[in-house]
């Protein structure tokens, strides 16, 4: 049963802090996405890597916010420091990039919370 | 900022009845997607249509789009209690990014 896994499921932090939050992609797919939920702004692009290459940060904080893919099973997300406007649930998405048709595969969302 | 809107915002039906839900936005699209997102969950790929394409069908889910009016729509027959979720339409144009719409709260009594 393939699945996007994410760690930690929550996460309580005071401001200031480094969070960093971990996505393994399903097997085989290249391509991985970084999304932000809230309820005043929805859900976010944050960033998207394929081939464990950058290719989208538009929509990521750069002063603070910093995605990597160490390796093909592992995606990142660190936020430092962090800021209570950052409490948000964060979800990683992996597919098989380089169409445009392919849907995509939601892990379950690390929630953050920033006190 | 999002592409899409969805309408209504939420929504509230007895078991057994059809749920309509809208999506609007804003340019021109390759695909339009629809995904479910239980409380608390991720959210589950539901159906794809391409711009081609002016409806489709998966089960009891029907989706139409019309490209002049920039909108689709999905409908979910004979709803069931387990179909009470948050539903979003998410859109792509020339790559895999997708936007994503703000999303209809379903609500499904039994």
């Known amino acids: 049963d393939a699945r996007v896994t994410q760690t930690p499921r929550h996460k309580v932090t005071e401001m200031g802090q480094e969070v960093t939050m971990r996505c393994q992609p399903i097997?085989?797919?290249?391509?991985v996405f970084w999304y932000r939920q809230t309820m005043m702004q929805g859900l976010e692009l944050l960033a998207y890597f394929r081939n464990r290459a950058p290719l989208d940060d538009s929509g990521m904080p750069k002063d603070r916010f910093s995605a990597e893919m160490p390796d093909a099973t592992l995606a990142t997300l660190k936020i430092q420091p962090s800021e209570p406007r950052d409490s948000a649930v964060y979800f990683c998405?992996?597919?098989?990039?380089?169409?445009?048709?392919?849907?995509?595969?939601f892990g379950p969302g690390t929630r953050l919370t920033v006190l | 900022s999002q592409q899409g809107e969805e309408d209504p915002q939420a929504l509230s039906i007895q078991e057994g009845e059809n749920a309509t839900m809208n999506c609007s936005y804003k340019?021109?699209?390759?695909?339009l997607q629809w995904y479910r997102q239980n409380s608390g969950r991720g959210l589950v790929h539901l159906i794809l249509i391409r711009s081609n394409e002016r409806e489709k069908h998966s089960g009891r889910l029907r989706v139409t789009l019309d490209t002049s009016k920039k909108s689709s729509s999905l409908l979910i027959t004979a709803s069931r209690a387990a179909d009470t979720a948050s539903y979003f339409c998410a859109t792509a144009l020339y790559t895999d990014k997708l936007i994503f719409g703000t999303g209809t709260r379903l609500q499904v009594f039994p």
């Open positions: 097997l085989g797919h290249n391509t």
């Open positions: 340019t021109s699209i390759n695909n």
């Open positions: 998405a992996s597919g098989w990039g380089g169409q445009i048709y392919n849907e995509q595969f």
